[in-house]
């Protein structure tokens, strides 16, 4: 379908940006577009304004502080998946990436915008989520398990915009990432990301179990498994029924868990 | 309505262009460059794909505006003449991976992107860069072996 009429700016600066969101309550920023504009086609959302905020320099570069790596919100997943410092230090999360819909979406797809989207069924919230990252606003600097609060829902306020992701390296840690999916280019039915931690716990975020991530910190995978079964909240969608859901999801975390401990030990 | 300036299949353009105006349907409608074809208008289907720096990207989900200064390469400036076909036409041509040819300049395009920056990918990197375009004819077997006969024509080339 056609798109309905709306404006188009691309502002110069973070501060003009959040002055035109914050003048339009059905103004939306925009960058690769890769959820929003099918969204838009398909009615399901109605813009009077969008904001392209893929330019902006503050929303971009790739880098590590020693610590932690920091990405900008607007950088292409495209250049993510290609980031040998991102392969070297968050080896999850480039293995997340390299499962997102396809290469010709993941080219103008990018990481702000699957956090802000916040779909229920991603794998990059959880993976968020899992890697401890903190999201960092316009405003404020949030945990990412803070951040996401339903699906479609996260923390941030109609003129906030996010910035950048701040992940502590995760390069030593073994990790692991379970996908169940129908189809490829659509979102995923449910999954588990999975990352040892120094301290020698193992952080496994769930998707697809609820509206937003569950976070379990664990060290064994049959308490990874009954904490998912029992937090679970699952949801039918054109994908899968949530009898399906309640059942597949404890065997991912467990899963997940048993193979993060396996390459450990 | 804006003022854009592009530069597709190297010839320099400026064009006045509708907010709302997708790359897609500017190809099309404006630039007559009816080759992009139109499928879902989701970012499904991948028909739509042309390349911008390399790399393949949905024409319906890219606002013309947003293009503002890019280089873009559609279908129609793949083939180096009017009578000679490109390395991976050639080999859709030769692999018989062409059916109702609805998906085919996407499928292409793809391809191209894919064999610029990896000449000699194995089957599961073809695979996986390809299932991001649909053929309703179901002709995946072909076109993965007509982008592998490109991939080994490259490596015969390039010793």
């Known amino acids: 379908m056609k798109l309905s009429p709306f404006t188009y700016c691309r502002p110069d600066s973070v501060a003009e940006a959040i002055e035109l969101l914050a003048g339009d309550p059905a103004s939306y920023p925009l960058a690769g577009g890769q959820s929003l504009m099918p969204a838009i086609a398909l009615k399901e959302r109605r813009a009077d304004l969008l904001v392209d905020i893929s330019r902006l320099d503050d929303l971009r570069g790739i880098s590590f502080s020693g610590t932690s790596v920091t990405i900008g919100a607007a950088e292409p997943m495209w250049d993510l998946e290609r980031s040998e410092l991102i392969r070297t230090h968050l080896p999850l999360l480039t293995r997340a990436l390299s499962t997102v819909a396809a290469a010709g979406i993941r080219s103008r797809a990018t990481l702000g915008g699957s956090a802000g989207w916040a779909d229920r069924t991603s794998q990059l919230p959880a993976t968020l989520v899992a890697l401890d990252a903190t999201i960092v606003s316009s405003t404020r600097r949030i945990k990412a398990h803070e951040f996401f609060v339903g699906h479609g829902q996260t923390a941030l306020n109609h003129d906030e915009l996010v910035l950048r992701f701040e992940i502590p390296s995760a390069s030593l840690g073994h990790h692991d990432l379970q996908v169940v999916r129908r189809t490829y280019i659509t979102w995923p039915v449910a999954g588990a990301a999975a990352v040892g931690t120094d301290a020698g716990t193992i952080r496994v975020a769930l998707f697809g179990a609820a509206p937003a991530p569950i976070l379990i910190v664990t060290s064994d995978p049959a308490d990874a498994a009954e904490q998912a079964s029992d937090r679970a909240a699952p949801f039918d969608d054109e994908h899968a029924t949530s009898t399906y859901r309640q059942r597949v999801i404890p065997v991912l975390a467990r899963r997940a868990v048993a193979n993060v401990l396996r390459v450990e030990t | ?159």
């Open chain 2, 1 to 159: 309505m804006k003022v854009i300036n592009l530069v597709i299949n190297g010839k320099s353009t400026t064009s006045i262009v509708g907010d709302r105006m997708t790359l897609a349907d500017y190809l099309r409608d404006e630039q007559g460059l009816t080759g992009t074809r139109l499928g879902c208008e989701q970012g499904v289907c991948g028909a739509c794909t042309v390349i911008v720096r390399k790399r393949p990207v949905r024409a319906c989900l890219y606002l013309a505006v947003q293009a503002d200064g890019q280089e873009i390469e559609t279908i129609e400036g793949l083939a180096p003449n009017a009578t000679e076909l490109s390395p991976i036409q050639d080999a859709f041509r030769q692999g018989h991976a062409v059916q109702c040819g609805f998906c085919t300049s996407g499928m292409l395009l793809t391809a191209k992107a894919l064999l610029d920056e990896n000449p000699n990918p194995d089957e599961d990197t073809i695979r996986d860069w390809m299932h991001g375009n649909i053929c309703r004819c179901v002709g995946y077997q072909q076109i993965i072996e007509a982008v592998q006969l490109a991939a080994e024509q490259n490596a015969t080339e390039t010793p």
